[in-house]
């Protein structure tokens, strides 16, 4: 029924919907299908014509200036130009080319080009810094790299094309900010994105004939921490982006002619998504280049006349504190969608507030999942930083301390587990064993082993779900899941009096996204001289190099980590005792 409402078309129809097949957790999503994702998106649904907008946006500093406007057609023609370049490149298809670059038009026509064209795009976020993204290039053996110059952000230029040579990317093609600036320094086998463009005959430049494909090829490589340090690599296929524009349509009510902002990235799942939940329902992207905490975003908001407005909790936050919204007309907006940390209950009373209290659908979910497991919905009373619903398809279960499910509606707290059976999950990781990660050690329900998800939740007595984090040793900062490792890797290395170190995502008092705290374990406790403000310091500095954005809240000195009878690092342990009362030296 939804794949005839949001009009997606299919070169071979699937022999049925769902087939029992153990290659496939869960079963077998459109067995036989043959489409291509893209094309999909390049297409006038029902009710729509590819004179309609496809994508509205502006630039930062721009604000007074009139918007710009991408048509259906015009995206399709620059989405054809591309991915004819692409294959003048010559690469076997199949082949993996990265993205590492804001969200801006250029990157949704090149990403949508790689899918087009039969090639799958690998997601790096543009906050990386040259380590992590080498990292995933050798991980998902990319070819070809699609980047800028820089990155432009409150008139500061931030090096975006040092960082990836710096990563020994292999031929990259490099988008200059303002316009055709000539680019300097170029590496000898490297293109300007001008010269990548010359190499299309154009008189077919046009028009692209796209690579249909089995519904379970790959599409896109996007990377989700787990808790061995290295990222996992988590295909999607052209079933994800089905998920993705299903659940739009179902839990934040995209429709055909609304008008999408959701600040992101492509590094991100969310980024995909964004794409995807867009366009395969009719809908127009809006995308902002620049700073999200000015009244610029703001102002960009009220012109686009966006109707579904999702951000990250901690956006929110910086709004309520700096009032930089105050002043706009955002009510064409019919609800917001929040994802990828915990959010405060004020801080969303008070975002309902600018808009006449319309609702927060919260969502929640996972890179290998293309989308979420739980979620709001219109159709039902919700209630602050909760969720009111499993998501469409999705059947959740709760574990009890010995690792049972709870009954189905019962109220509980414990790690979560998903029934297998939903459309756009993972079924294969390129760097891991799928089973091993998501299956192995997991109950069974009615005959199915459940999938793992890693997220502690909370069924509430009126029959909402709450979430509490991860359950296992990874955490979420600023909407960017992290391992402890990764984190901890570092931090024992900034200081020779430091003995080990463990890294925690404490929830604030009053709810909202998690900070992070380092327990710090000294060589010689009887004489502890450290300056806590100085390591602190010390530890933000190291941190810069696995990513900008993340930041030590809190210094806890503790004499020792606790331990289970292997010797691993109890984290959940320091977890609670941090959350309810932090009783040892704190910085």
């Avoid at 996007?222 to 340090?229: E, N, R, V």
């Avoid at 309520?320 to 004020?346: H, L, M, P, Q, Y």
């Avoid at 080990?500 to 010689?524: R, S």
């Amino acid at each position: 029924m939804v794949f005839e409402e949001i009009g997606i078309t299919f070169s071979v129809e699937p022999s049925c919907i769902l087939r029992e097949n153990d290659a496939y957790p869960g079963g077998e999503w459109l067995p036989g299908a043959v489409l291509n994702a893209a094309a999909n998106c390049l297409t006038a649904k029902p009710g729509r014509s590819s004179d309609d907008v496809a994508i509205v946006w502006r630039d930062e500093g721009k604000d007074s200036e009139p918007l710009n406007f991408v048509t259906l057609e015009e995206l399709r023609k620059k989405v054809c130009l591309v991915a004819n370049a692409l294959d003048a490149l010559n690469l076997a298809k199949g082949s993996a080319i990265a993205i590492d670059m804001p969200m801006n038009v250029n990157a949704v026509v090149i990403y949508l080009a790689i899918v087009l064209a039969g090639y799958v795009v690998v997601s790096i976020a543009d906050s990386f810094a040259a380590p992590a993204i080498s990292m995933r290039l050798k991980i998902s053996e990319t070819k070809a790299i699609f980047t800028q110059d820089y990155i432009l952000r409150d008139d500061k230029e931030l090096p975006l094309y040092s960082r990836v040579v710096e990563a020994k990317a292999p031929r990259t093609i490099v988008i200059p900010v303002r316009g055709s600036t000539p680019i300097k320094g170029l590496r000898a086998d490297d293109l300007s994105w001008e010269d990548f463009l010359a190499k299309v005959n154009h008189a077919k430049a046009d028009n692209y004939t796209a690579v249909e494909q089995p519904a379970y090829a790959f599409t896109n490589i996007l990377f989700s921490s787990g808790t061995t340090g290295e990222p996992k690599a988590i295909p999607w296929t052209h079933l994800t982006p089905l998920k993705s524009a299903a659940d739009g349509w179902c839990h934040m009510d995209i429709r055909r002619g609304d008008v999408v902002a959701w600040p992101t990235n492509l590094g991100w799942m969310m980024g995909p998504w964004l794409v995807y939940a867009s366009l395969l329902n009719g809908a127009s992207m809006a995308l902002y280049n620049g700073s999200l905490t000015s009244s610029g975003f703001a102002k960009f908001v009220q012109d686009a006349k966006v109707t579904m407005l999702g951000l990250v909790p901690s956006i929110a936050r910086s709004w309520k504190s700096t009032d930089c919204t105050a002043g706009f007309d955002w009510s064409t907006i019919r609800c917001f969608s929040s994802s990828g940390e915990a959010s405060s209950v004020d801080d969303y009373l008070w975002l309902m507030g600018r808009v006449c209290y319309k609702p927060v659908i919260e969502y929640c979910g996972g890179t290998e999942i293309g989308g979420g497991f739980v979620a709001g919905s219109l159709l039902q009373p919700q209630a602050l930083s909760a969720f009111s619903t499993p998501a469409m398809g999705c059947n959740l279960f709760i574990l009890d301390n010995n690792g049972n499910p709870l009954p189905q509606d019962s109220v509980g707290t414990g790690e979560l587990a998903l029934d297998p059976t939903f459309l756009g999950a993972s079924t294969t990781l390129l760097n891991a064993d799928h089973h091993e990660v998501y299956f192995s050690g997991m109950p069974e329900w009615n005959g199915k082993v459940l999938r793992r998800h890693g997220d502690e939740f909370e069924r509430t007595p009126d029959g909402y779900y709450r979430a509490h984090g991860r359950a296992d040793d990874t955490m979420n900062l600023g909407g960017i899941k992290v391992s402890s490792i990764e984190i901890e890797r570092i931090c024992n290395r900034v200081n020779d009096a430091i003995l080990e170190t463990a890294a925690i995502g404490v929830p604030p008092l009053g709810g909202g996204p998690e900070q992070l705290t380092i327990a710090v374990v000294f060589k010689d406790q009887s004489s502890q001289t450290e300056d806590l403000n100085q390591l602190k310091l010390a530890f933000n500095t190291a941190l810069k190099k696995l990513n900008p954005l993340f930041k030590v809240s809190s210094v806890v000195v503790v004499p020792s980590l606790p331990r289970t009878a292997s010797n691993k690092v109890m984290r959940r342990v320091l977890r609670k005792e941090f959350t309810q009362q932090p009783k040892h030296s704190k910085i």
